[in-house]
């Protein structure tokens, strides 16, 4: 008896010591046998919109464009009943293309994503900061360590910054680089990604501009020393780390950041993207009221703290210096917009401008691979968003050259991208962001 219980003691204490963080490794569990389908729509989005809801289906395209199509989660246990109905919607409205399987199991797709990420002590052992940090996907710690030990390695030309706090106490850190003047001198660049948790790729991307800005320009390379004594750089990789985290311990497809459910709901988070105190927060039709959806509003303008974080650094720049470049990157999709996302009608002063620079950035980001982006307005070039936060920064601060870029890719992986197009991704963003660079006048 006393033997049997040292043993369950020893054995107890011996799991304790093993015990990791919890990673997408564990959670990849909840994704056995989901299956990730892009499902073709017609011109009335609204029966598979309605399917999706009563079969409470995990949306990736958040947004249901007609005659276009569809990503979506399906597990198994609904798998039968949702293809059969997707027939019967699509015989009804004439559509002939066929449900596409992005992912035929998203728990070994996740797994695929993780390899080689979740070693910390691996990662830790060289220092982070430097090129092979961008091989792979990384926890959030390491996020941290990877910014700090880049301003440690260049202590001359910059430094971490933080923008606010989010819900859970985390603090939203980036790093700030800057040339010969130092900081806050010049006009700022202000960058920054992961407003969508799941989106990983941003976190990779934007650390990469950071990195080559920083070690292009101290090695002396002119064109890029030219922009370090122009501009004050920003760069926030992970601006929701709660949401974050959450898709590295939990779901790792979760959007939103983890509000919990306003009374009457069971549903928890609000979509950053949708919070800005821009003046058609209030309108219908470019986000959700309900806490439900993937687009939900929130509660009031800035109610996420995330975004109030972010926003009040912004109005902290502009009132300083002016912020010159703010680019907000997500994924996926291959997009590059500007404003106005509220209205399609109502046309932005420089629109001109921007849309020659736009063209000039698809050409920079095409010439390495040849990958793809589509350009123009945010609300005719794919849907009426409202307070997002290029509106924001547009009308509210007068940052002229807002921008959303939407990284790889179009849809093979979505939102899982394979480990090694970190590094495609992050060369022919770093050619688009030199050419915006050169070429804001
Ligand atoms: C589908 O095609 C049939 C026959 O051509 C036509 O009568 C019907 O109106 C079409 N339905 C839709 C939704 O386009
Ligand atoms: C800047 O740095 C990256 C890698 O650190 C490199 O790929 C790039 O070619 C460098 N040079 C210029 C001019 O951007
Ligand atoms: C998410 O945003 C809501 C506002 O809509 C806020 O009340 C909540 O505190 C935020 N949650 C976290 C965890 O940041
Ligand atoms: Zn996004």
């Known amino acids: 008896m006393k033997a049997f219980s040292l043993l369950t003691f020893l054995a107890t204490a011996a799991l304790s010591v093993l015990a990791l963080p919890a990673t997408p490794l564990d959670s990849a569990v ?29 949306r990736w395209t958040v947004h249901s464009t007609p005659n276009s199509h ?64 961008f091989t792979n996907y990384h926890p959030y710690a390491d996020h941290i360590q990877f910014l700090t030990d880049l301003a440690a390695t260049f202590p001359a030309n910059s430094k971490v910054v933080t923008s606010g706090t989010s819900l859970q106490g985390r603090t939203i850190t980036g790093i700030n680089i800057f040339g010969s003047s130092g900081s806050g001198t010049k006009p700022a660049v202000v960058v920054h990604g992961t407003v969508h948790a799941r989106e990983w790729i941003s976190t990779m991307v934007t650390e ?13 390379v002119a064109e890029v020393k030219a922009y370090l004594e122009k501009y004050d750089f920003y760069f926030f990789p992970v601006v929701n780390p709660d949401g974050f985290v959450y898709t590295q311990t939990t779901t790792r497809t979760w959007r939103k950041n983890r509000s919990a459910p306003p009374s009457g709901s069971t549903c928890y988070g609000t979509d950053i993207n949708r919070n800005w105190a821009h003046f058609a927060w209030s309108q219908s039709g470019g986000a959700s009221t309900s806490p439900c959806a993937e687009d939900y ?34 994924s996926y999709s291959q997009l590059f917009l500007y404003p106005y996302g509220y ?9 001109a401008d921007l849309q020659s620079i736009s063209t000039g950035y698809a050409a920079a980001i095409r010439a390495p691979y040849g990958t793809r982006y589509t350009y123009g307005p945010a609300c005719s ?36 991208l394979p480990a090694n197009q970190i590094v495609p991704s992050s060369i022919e963003n770093w050619a688009g962001f030199k050419y915006l660079l050169a070429n804001m006048k």
């Not at 056995?32 to 079969?55: C, F, M, N, W, Y």
């Open 70 to 133: 569809v990503d979506v989660e399906v597990p198994q246990d609904k798998y039968d009943e949702f293809v059969s109905a997707v027939d019967k919607i699509s015989a009804e409205s004439n559509i002939t293309q066929d449900i596409v399987v992005m992912h035929e199991d998203l728990a070994q797709s996740i797994k695929e994503e993780s390899e080689g990420s979740f070693e910390p002590k691996l990662d830790r052992r060289a220092g982070l900061a430097n090129q092979a940090w």
């Open 297 to 330: 509003k929130g509660t009031a303008q800035e109610s996420a703290p995330e975004t109030k974080g972010l926003a009040s650094f912004l109005r902290d720049r502009a009132a300083a210096t002016g912020v010159k470049l703010y680019l907000d990157v997500h």
């Open 208 to 220: 990469s501009l950071a990195f080559n800005l920083l070690t292009n320009a101290t090695a002396g």
């Open 381 to 416: 070039t794919i849907y009426k968003t409202t307070a997002d936060s290029t509106d924001y920064t547009y009308d509210n601060l007068g940052v002229k050259y807002s921008f959303t870029a939407e990284l790889r890719d179009t849809g093979n992986y979505g939102f899982i």
């Open 30 to 58: 909840q994704y056995q046998g989901v299956k990730v389908l892009r499902v073709p729509v017609g011109e009335d989005t609204a029966p598979i919109d309605q399917l999706i809801s009563t079969l409470s289906l995990e």
């Open 343 to 351: 209205s399609c009608t109502t046309q932005a002063s420089n629109a």
